[in-house]
């Protein structure tokens, strides 16, 4: 575990953490004046590997090959200068900081940073971290990795949890779930919609898709995973044989699927890393591999069935709750377009040109609501 000081004067400014992966999610923005929750499990921080905030430089102030160097192949609106390895955290892992009045840019519904760094060390006052907490954003504090030191507290989460251990832990990330406004003159505002981080997750996915299918169809399992991928993939793809077939693969399921060309696999919420099958000789090993975050893919590839539960409280022992199961979105599933856009620019296969015209012009998608 890590702590994390000041390093203008080695003040302690968060509780000891754990290293985990950076969420797919983390710089999505959802909706409009939509209260997201917080980014960050407590006890953990993620750390950014590209550049992050402020200054921006538009694209026609890049050279091609710069943005090349930087792992961008396609047009984007703008980049940041800023120090890459930014660390995120959860707003009250933080400790011993202040908020710098003069710095809060933002204000729709609360802070971004779009004047800085507007968190101070409260000992030295060094500007340390950013804030977010404005509508359409994820909660969070991004310390500016130039300001502050890492420091080992303890070895005892070093060994990352193998994928047995990942699975029986069974923690899934529901598709379903109440989304909130920040409330108006009406008052607050709720309704059952489809999660942000799976929207999040697919539209990562799906750029990966796109680039497995090499052009063709692509077919999905049924049920959940046909239901949030096949229209787009439908819509973005050709018609007509010869067809691509996607299949879901990682722990605790048999690959029996040796003629996949494509594998749905999980990525390790520690280290970020991507399953493969442990027999390097299983020929679905030369499959095209394509990221689903653990708590998403467990959802896709062990659902859970809608069973009575054993009643708690003061309910008579072997008495069922048969409470309803949770609402349905009112509407089709739709994939993230800001972050299917920052997945796609960043694979070199975007070069292709029926690649770039999907990526130059998603406003047809989008008008049909697939994104």
Same mark, same amino acid.
């Given at each position: 575990?890590?702590?994390?000081?000041?390093?203008?004067?080695?003040?302690?400014?968060?509780?000891?953490?754990?290293?985990?992966? =950076?969420?797919?999610? @983390?710089?999505?923005?959802?909706?409009?004046?939509?209260?997201?929750?917080?980014?960050?499990?407590?006890?953990?921080?993620?750390?950014?590997?590209?550049?992050?905030?402020?200054?921006?430089?538009?694209?026609?102030?890049?050279? &091609?090959?710069?943005?090349?160097?930087?792992?961008?192949?396609?047009?984007?609106?703008?980049?940041?200068?800023?120090?890459?390895?930014?660390?995120?955290?959860?707003?009250?892992?933080?400790? *011993?900081?202040?908020?710098?009045?003069?710095?809060?840019?933002?204000?729709?519904?609360?802070?971004?940073?779009?004047?800085?760094?507007?968190? @101070?060390?409260?000992?030295?006052? =060094?500007?340390?971290?950013?804030?977010?907490?404005?509508?359409?954003?994820?909660? @969070?504090?991004?310390?500016? &990795?130039?300001?502050?030191?890492?420091?080992?507290?303890?070895?005892?989460?070093?060994?990352?949890?193998?994928?047995?251990?990942?699975?029986?832990?069974?923690?899934?990330?529901?598709?379903?779930?109440?989304?909130?406004?920040?409330?108006?003159?009406?008052?607050?505002?709720?309704?059952?919609?489809?999660?942000?981080?799976?929207?999040?997750?697919?539209?990562?996915?799906?750029?990966?898709?796109? /680039?497995?299918?090499? *052009?063709?169809?692509?077919?999905?399992?049924?049920?959940?995973?046909?239901?949030?991928?096949?229209?787009?993939?439908?819509?973005?793809?050709?018609?007509?044989?010869?067809?691509?077939?996607?299949?879901?693969?990682?722990?605790?399921?048999?690959?029996?699927?040796?003629?996949?060309?494509? =594998?749905? /696999?999980?990525?390790?919420?520690?280290?970020?890393?991507?399953?493969?099958?442990?027999?390097?000789?299983?020929? @679905?090993?030369?499959?095209?591999?394509?990221?689903?975050?653990?708590?998403?893919?467990?959802?896709?590839?062990? &659902?859970?069935?809608?069973?009575?539960?054993?009643?708690? *409280?003061?309910?008579?022992?072997?008495?069922?709750?048969?409470?309803?199961?949770?609402?349905?979105?009112?509407?089709?599933?739709?994939?993230? &377009? *800001?972050? +299917?856009?920052?997945?796609?620019?960043?694979?070199?296969?975007?070069?292709?040109?029926?690649?770039?015209?999907?990526?130059?012009?998603?406003?047809?998608?989008?008008?049909?609501?697939? +994104?």
């Amino acid at each position: 575990m890590f702590l994390f000081a000041c390093a203008g004067c080695d003040a302690g400014l968060t509780i000891p953490l754990s290293q985990v992966a =950076l969420p797919v999610h @983390a710089h999505q923005k959802y909706g409009n004046g939509i209260q997201l929750p917080v980014l960050m499990e407590s006890g953990t921080f993620a750390v950014d590997p590209e550049p992050l905030g402020p200054p921006w430089r538009t694209w026609a102030e890049i050279d &091609p090959d710069e943005a090349a160097n930087r792992g961008i192949q396609a047009p984007v609106y703008a980049l940041s200068d800023g120090s890459p390895g930014a660390i995120v955290i959860a707003p009250g892992d933080a400790r *011993g900081t202040l908020l710098i009045p003069e710095k809060g840019g933002g204000y729709c519904c609360g802070l971004d940073w779009a004047d800085g760094p507007n968190m @101070a060390c409260e000992t030295c006052g =060094l500007p340390v971290a950013s804030r977010i907490d404005d509508c359409s954003l994820w909660q @969070a504090v991004w310390f500016a &990795p130039n300001s502050v030191r890492r420091r080992l507290v303890d070895d005892a989460d070093a060994a990352p949890l193998s994928w047995a251990e990942l699975t029986a832990e069974g923690k899934g990330t529901p598709p379903f779930e109440p989304i909130a406004t920040w409330g108006s003159w009406l008052g607050s505002d709720r309704w059952w919609s489809w999660s942000p981080q799976w929207e999040a997750a697919v539209g990562r996915a799906l750029a990966h898709l796109l /680039v497995a299918s090499e *052009g063709r169809p692509v077919t999905v399992p049924e049920g959940l995973t046909e239901e949030v991928f096949q229209r787009a993939l439908d819509a973005l793809l050709p018609a007509g044989p010869p067809v691509r077939r996607a299949v879901l693969a990682g722990p605790g399921r048999p690959l029996s699927d040796a003629d996949a060309d494509i =594998l749905l /696999v999980p990525t390790h919420p520690q280290t970020g890393e991507t399953w493969s099958p442990a027999d390097p000789s299983n020929p @679905a090993t030369s499959a095209y591999s394509v990221p689903l975050p653990l708590g998403v893919w467990l959802w896709l590839a062990f &659902p859970e069935p809608y069973l009575p539960v054993p009643a708690s *409280g003061g309910m008579p022992d072997g008495v069922l709750r048969d409470d309803p199961p949770a609402p349905r979105p009112r509407h089709r599933f739709r994939a993230d &377009p *800001g972050t +299917f856009r920052n997945t796609l620019v960043r694979l070199p296969a975007v070069r292709s040109p029926w690649l770039r015209e999907i990526l130059e012009d998603l406003t047809p998608y989008m008008r049909a609501r697939l +994104f």
